[in-house]
């Protein structure tokens, strides 16, 4: 029990550093954009960029932890994230802060994915699914702390101080996970690290239609929780015209649906079936995002109203997130981090393109806003669907 727990720690934390370098300097997005003489516009390609990195080498995390294990890639993604963070804080132009940000972006994601592989590697059925709710529940935590935790440093140490607090985090992840990471994957279990093999195994995974479509659905329910820490800013800033200390008001709540989702969905993963608690989470965010277009129609936005429907589809999202991903990871048994670098990478790629170019769109706007969250949960509940008909087809 004692090791279960610990682990679920580290795996959490791990998962967590993909969020806080997305969310501790959203704060400073003015300050950065005045510091480098540079426009708001530009200013999110910071974020973008970083996602974009982020959703590339997640394509080849699983495969090469699949290869040479998980925990030697996992050590090595973390000294190459801990030099993009120092790198970004001292950056001496823009060019170079969105270098180091693509290098942080392309090594944060090395903990999620592979974190995702251990969890099958060591757990099956209902004791995966709740293992995966348990680590959702912790790792829930930094997208509420991070842009609070900025904030403060920003006002009182300037844009900067977020870069070294990522260096921190950083560096008690490597002190944790020499300690507490244990090689989930023997050396016998490993495939061989050949490129011909390689491809064959990504080619077979491109083409398994069931797969696609089920991660695409993992994708879109995400991005309707992504859209608005993408626009964090201009929603807490322009929208509801709070200061930069004020980002709590929105992720807090946020924090708070998910860690409840999640702490209901591993509560309930030995009684209730997986696909009963998917349909639960995708009509629950249906509903949320029904509500959240209402209000936004009739009331202009204001706290505590506006973040309401964002922490009710947080609560949805944990209830589904669990077992679409287990479902999804588990159509290829034989290749789980490859396939989890893959389902990742559709997340993250359309997280950076929801960033770069939906929230631009959308975040001038609450009522915007809502139409957007609406429409990931319809295009999610779809795609599910879609790849629900194709199991069901190929076991007919």
Not at 150 to 163: D, E, I, R
Not at 203 to 221: D, G, M, N
Not at 226 to 234: G, N, Q, T, V
Not at 309 to 330: I, N, Q, R
Request: hydrophobic share 55%; charged share 5%; proline share 5%.
């Amino acid at each position: 029990m004692k090791a279960a727990r610990n682990l679920t720690l580290v795996l959490a934390g791990l998962a967590m550093l993909g969020p806080f370098a997305t969310d501790t300097f959203l704060p400073s997005f003015p300050a950065i954009s005045t510091h480098f003489h540079v426009s708001s516009v530009l200013v999110q390609q910071t974020l973008s960029v970083y996602l974009a990195a982020y959703a590339f080498m997640t394509l080849f995390y699983g495969t090469l932890s699949d290869s040479f294990g998980r925990r030697p890639v996992i050590m090595v993604s973390l000294l190459i994230f801990g030099i993009g963070s120092i790198g970004a804080a001292f950056a001496p132009s823009f060019g170079w802060l969105l270098f180091f940000r693509g290098m942080q972006g392309a090594s944060a994601g090395a903990g999620r994915v592979i974190g995702q592989a251990i969890v099958r590697d060591t757990l099956q059925g209902a004791a995966a699914q709740k293992m995966l709710a348990n680590i959702m529940m912790v790792f829930g935590i930094a997208p509420a702390i991070a842009p609070i935790i900025g904030g403060w440093l920003h006002v009182a140490y300037g844009w900067q101080s977020t870069f070294v607090f990522t260096f921190s985090v950083t560096v008690l992840l490597l002190l944790a996970c020499l300690k507490g990471l244990p090689e989930s994957l023997p050396a016998a279990q490993r495939q061989p690290f050949h490129p011909g093999v390689i491809a064959r195994n990504y080619w077979r995974a491109l083409r398994h239609q069931e797969f696609l479509l089920r991660s695409l659905a993992v994708a879109f329910v995400f991005s309707g929780f992504a859209l608005y820490i993408a626009s964090a800013p201009h929603f807490i800033l322009d929208l509801l015209h709070l200061p930069e200390t004020a980002f709590g008001w929105m992720f807090v709540p946020m924090v708070a649906g998910l860690v409840l989702g999640s702490a209901v969905c591993g509560k309930l993963a030995h009684s209730v079936a997986t696909t009963v608690m998917v349909r639960w989470g995708l009509l629950f965010m249906g509903a949320t995002g029904l509500l959240n277009i209402v209000y936004n129609h009739f009331f202009v936005a204001s706290i505590p109203f506006a973040v309401a429907p964002v922490a009710l589809y947080a609560f949805g999202m944990s209830l589904a997130l669990p077992g679409m991903t287990m479902s999804t990871l588990d159509i290829f048994p034989q290749m789980r981090g490859l396939a989890a670098s893959l389902q990742n990478f559709v997340q993250m790629l359309l997280f950076a393109l929801v960033s770069g170019f939906i929230a631009p769109l959308l975040f001038d706007s609450a009522f915007k806003l809502a139409l957007g969250q609406a429409s990931a949960v319809v295009l999610a509940t779809l795609f599910w669907w879609l790849g629900s008909r194709c199991s069901a087809t190929s076991r007919s």
